[in-house]
């Protein structure tokens, strides 16, 4: 069987079933769960791999690792994310969450069902003898937490013999019908940032008897990214952003403690190695006038996503032949962290951006709970994501 018989089983089975694809889809998105709890994800997954033949090795209480074929040809992997996030979904859509304060604003429901897509069709090809080579899925739990489920995985024996690795990211800022294509790091190195601020409270008539932590806090919040913009080269993209800033209750009480956190983000790897070190001593110096002791806890996340220039190439005509040449999309680095990162140490692949916007429609952003998408991009990520699987040879 060639490459184009292979590929036109994958349309024909994911055009079939496009509709139960968006159904389960839906289904996903209406019953969310966070990170390490997603275990009715993982159950649905499995039955319907199951069903078609593929050998699942179940990884915790969430999680699922499902091999197909048996020949001595390379092994390809092929990675969705399984999470919600602790956001409400703030749409009206018939499948919105049914889950107080817990909703699919990053749309893992679509990578999951997307490679469940993928897995359909290529048990078929498996059926018909042909496979070239043999394929292994991964269902991660766990990427919106740092550290994230990859490692996990790894640690399982996720990578064991493969030889390449691919994945699909949605990407609501691309039209459906494309998917965004780039070689090098497409995403950046992302750290969780907590610091703990204690010194001497008092009254604020009299802030020259206190160490005035407050102040001292917001002297972080302003001086520590105008410090990391001084000492480092601007071309390492280093963002410092708060998401939290706690401190006193009453208006006239200096409080004894206080906490600010935050995310530490850069494009740059090498810069990465040692940003905990550097932050650590800059915060020490911007709060030693005012006497107060810090606290620093610092949570090395991820690294950059830096995709393998040939599985970019392999992608790309994964892509060309769902989509034709048109479907390839430009984008660019971006801040946002990924724990597919992890495997690209260990093994060469490429991340894509999978088209979510519908045409002349609103953009929206992920993290948000009013993300829509548009279903159609699930049977493209499918299409994709099983080409990449057979081309990679």
């Known amino acids: 069987m060639s490459r184009e018989e292979a ?19 839906r289904d996903l998105h209406a019953h969310p769960e966070l990170s390490w709890q997603e275990s009715r994800t993982t159950d649905l997954v499995g039955h319907h791999l199951d069903e ?6 179940r990884t915790g209480d969430s999680g699922l690792i499902a091999d197909l074929g048996d020949g001595d040809g390379p092994l390809v992997a092929l ?16 499948w919105r969450s049914q889950v107080s304060g817990v909703a699919h604003a990053c749309g893992h429901d679509v990578h999951t069902t997307a490679l469940l897509g993928a897995g359909l069709a290529l048990a078929e090809v498996d059926a018909e003898g042909q ?16 550290p994230g489920g990859a490692a996990r995985l790894i640690e399982l024996g996720a990578l064991d013999r493969v030889d390449r690795i691919f994945c699909l990211h949605c990407d609501p800022t691309i039209d459906v019908g494309q998917v965004g294509l780039r070689e090098g790091p497409i ?3 992302a750290d969780a940032l907590g610091i703990r601020l204690t010194g001497r409270g008092g009254h604020t008539s009299r802030p020259h008897l206190t160490e005035d932590l407050t102040f001292a806090l917001g002297k972080i919040v302003t001086e520590l990214p105008a410090v990391l913009s001084r000492r480092l080269d601007p071309r390492v993209g280093v963002s410092v952003v708060w998401g939290r800033l706690e401190a006193g209750r009453a208006i006239n009480v200096i409080p004894d403690e206080g906490t600010l956190a935050g995310t530490v983000r850069m494009l740059d790897a090498v810069a990465w190695s040692d940003m905990e070190q ?9 709060v030693a006038p005012y006497g107060v002791q810090a606290a620093v806890d610092y949570h090395r996340g991820v690294p950059p996503v830096v995709n393998d220039a040939a599985s970019v190439a392999l992608l790309g005509r994964a ?12 984008t660019s680095q971006s801040l946002g962290g990924e724990d597919f990162a992890w495997y690209l140490t260990r093994v060469p692949g490429a991340m894509g951006r999978l088209g979510t916007r519908v045409p002349g429609g609103p953009t929206y952003d992920i993290h948000q709970g009013n993300l829509r998408v548009d279903e159609r991009a699930t049977a493209i990520g499918a299409k994709v994501l099983a080409a990449a699987a057979v081309g990679a040879r």
């Open 278 to 286: 550097r932050i650590r001593r800059h915060v020490g110096e911007i």
């Open 187 to 189: 995403t950046g190195a």
């Open 79 to 94: 990675r969705a994310d399984l999470d919600a996030l602790p956001v409400n979904d703030m749409t009206d859509d018939p």
């Open 131 to 146: 496979l070239p080579g043999r394929v292994r899925l991964l269902f991660q739990p766990a990427e919106e937490v740092m």
């Open 319 to 330: 892509v060309d032949s769902v989509l034709g040449t048109a479907g390839r999309a430009p």
């Open 52 to 57: 078609v033949g593929w050998r699942l090795t």
């Open 7 to 25: 590929l036109a089983i994958v349309e024909t089975v994911v055009d079939k079933r496009e509709d139960d694809l968006v159904d389960l889809r």
